[in-house]
């Protein structure tokens, strides 16, 4: 298994590494955002598919980044590689924050506190005009980086997918998933749920963060409605339930599918779009709730760690 | 701007008529966790539904508002009992995660469906837009009759639960199902029931926030939110703690609109709903939350 994965990994990168030298400008914008997607679907993966904690406003770390790496960028003039770091950072210590009072406790507070959070942030960003521009937004200064973008992009898909590997074969991640199997069992087994489940979800805002803070540099402007869209909640979600949670590859299964689909069919049709990813999740829950990896896993016996 | 004894005694009427809503329809999200322990993501965008079927009750049969009510509370109960034996019955016994995925899926199809339906624009029922002045005081007329009539509702809903068999039957599902079962109780039947019974309550809500607010397909995820917060509140599956939760929702919002603005009056509630699921997570009243 492993020599068939390794190279044909190796090949899909050098692939991807080369592309910018010989695509067009569309191309190469439509490969930097499916980079996007797939650093949000993994992150949003290594929380909720991993300890059964659903996140409904994970998009809020990347707004939270967004807006950190714009004003250090607009205000205080870092150079944009750091500024994006320091949006993970940021991210992170919002996740730390909200992370500590509604991860201890079991059950639906943390889904709806995530989901209240997105809505707070963007009343807040839209209040502090002073600070963020409000909702007429902010603009950084103009700067032609969409190639350097595009690997910097590329770089935190790929290391958003190696973080999964690396914890889905640990024994960090064992404890984990004990937690979304049985969190009663999983602490009298010994291991701090608590602690763990802050430590994956801090894991799981670094990702969004760097990538708003991207997002923010590729845009040249950012405002409230569209940095803080449910919408790409429900996307991130939608692609990892499809693909099938808690594993590797789902969250990049699912990413490319609905994202090549997304822009070659629904873009034209907003609302039936969403309804349709209404329907795909209720679908899924229902039909197929290990989504098309966890299916094909079980039906052909794969590893775990595919 | 200072305060005076005037505006502190507006904020605290408005404020008990908003959380009487607030407590009116957060106990039908209650009543679902409570017998199911399922929280109903989709609890806003079906009060959304009470607010459209109340507009075009008012704008298609000329129907007045609060006779349009019970209409309304009854289509919603069949809606309910519809979703929860087709959907939701199939995740009760599953991981939280599946019927939170699931009720999250049905809210996100409701809202695109209602955009699809009606558009997003912006509709209004323009009925009772006066106020009252008491006493210097000044009320609008549809808010007080919302309050009053969250109040009844609410009560009715109580008097239910506590004096009939069915409402007994529900209280005893929600303590233990398996025991209920045993006693002879139809608990699949009782779920269905409850969950009818919560989409009437949110249909409710519905209708009588359509007098008071402008309706579109996205009026109804804060709703989700204030409703959850409101049994954080007063304890999760705490059926009573719903009451005090909604008055306390209400002041605390009317509140931090006075003495700052009504933008930031969702944060404060926010900042409050982590200040309590830190300090005393099962809710003031003390719930069943683990």
């Keep these: 298994m492993r020599r068939v994965v390794l190279p044909a990994l190796a090949v899909v990168l050098a692939a991807l590494a080369v592309y910018p030298t010989v695509a067009s400008g569309y191309g190469v914008r439509a490969m930097l955002q499916l980079f996007m997607w797939v650093a949000l679907a993994g992150s949003w993966n290594l929380i909720s598919g991993l300890t059964g904690y659903v996140s409904f406003g994970h998009i809020a770390f990347f707004g939270a980044g967004a807006y950190a790496t714009a004003l250090a960028i607009a205000r205080w003039h870092w150079p944009w590689p750091v500024a994006a770091l320091a949006g993970g950072v940021a991210a992170c210590l919002l996740a730390l924050v909200i992370g500590y009072p509604c991860l201890r406790l079991k059950g639906p507070y943390f889904a709806i506190s995530m989901l209240g959070l997105n809505e707070v942030l963007r009343a807040l960003v839209s209040y502090f005009e002073g600070l963020t521009g ?22 935190v898909a790929v290391a958003v997918t190696a973080l999964a590997y690396a914890i889905i074969t640990s024994r960090f991640g064992l404890r984990l998933m004990t937690i979304r199997e049985d969190e009663v069992a999983a602490e009298a087994m010994g291991i701090d749920t608590a602690r763990h489940k802050l430590a994956a979800f801090l894991l799981s805002a670094a990702g969004p963060g760097i990538v708003g803070g991207l997002f923010a540099r590729d845009q040249g402007f950012i405002e409230p409605l569209s940095t803080f869209a449910l919408v790409m909640t429900i996307t991130m979600i939608v692609m990892v339930l499809f693909g099938g949670k808690g594993t590797v590859w789902g969250p990049v299964l699912g990413a490319v599918v609905l994202f090549v689909s997304q822009e070659l069919v629904w873009a034209r049709f907003p609302y039936v779009h969403q309804l349709l990813f209404g329907a795909i999740i209720v679908a899924v829950v229902l039909l197929m709730p290990r989504g098309v990896l966890g299916v094909l896993q079980q039906r052909y016996r794969l590893p775990r760690t595919i | 701007m200072t305060i005076t004894p005037q505006m502190l005694g507006q904020v605290v009427i408005s404020g008990i008529l908003a959380g009487a809503l607030y407590a009116m329809v957060a106990l039908g999200l209650s009543l679902i966790f409570g017998v199911m322990r399922v929280i109903n993501v989709a609890h806003g965008p079906l009060l959304m539904l009470g607010a459209f079927a109340t507009y075009f009750l008012y704008h298609g049969l000329g129907l007045n508002p609060y006779l349009g009510l019970p209409l309304v509370m009854v289509v919603m109960f069949g809606v309910g009992a519809l979703v929860q034996r087709t959907l939701v019955a199939r995740v009760v016994d ?36 006066a106020s009252w002045t008491v006493g210097g005081f000044a009320f609008s007329k549809s808010r007080v009759i919302a309050g009053v009539l969250a109040v009844a509702i609410t009560a009715g809903a109580f008097l239910f639960l506590g004096r009939t068999r069915l409402g007994k039957a529900i209280r005893a599902t ?27 309550l949110a249909g409710a809500g519905g209708a009588l ?43 605390v919002e009317q509140l931090s609109s006075l003495l700052l603005t009504a933008q930031l009056s969702e944060a404060v509630s926010y900042v409050l709903l982590v200040l309590v699921l830190l300090v005393r997570p099962t809710g003031l009243l003390g719930g069943r939350a683990t």
Excluded: H
């Design chain 1, 134 to 155: 409000g909702g007429s937004g902010l603009s950084l200064p103009t700067l032609e980086a969409t190639i350097p973008i595009y690997y910097a992009m590329g770089a």
């Design chain 2, 94 to 129: 599953a991981p939280e995660l599946q019927s939170l995925l699931l009720t999250f899926g049905i809210a996100i199809a409701l809202v695109n469906l209602a955009q699809l339906a009606f558009t997003s624009d912006i509709r209004s029922v323009e009925y009772l837009t």
């Design chain 2, 174 to 200: 929600s303590q233990s199902p398996d025991v209920a079962l045993v006693c002879g109780i139809d608990v699949d039947r009782i779920r269905m029931i409850t969950f009818g019974l919560a989409c009437a």
């Design chain 2, 209 to 251: 926030i359509a007098v008071m607010v402008a309706i579109q397909p996205e009026m109804g995820q804060i709703w989700t939110f204030k409703s959850f917060l409101v049994i954080v509140l007063g304890g999760a599956g705490n059926y009573p703690g719903a009451l005090l939760g909604g008055i306390l929702l209400g002041l």
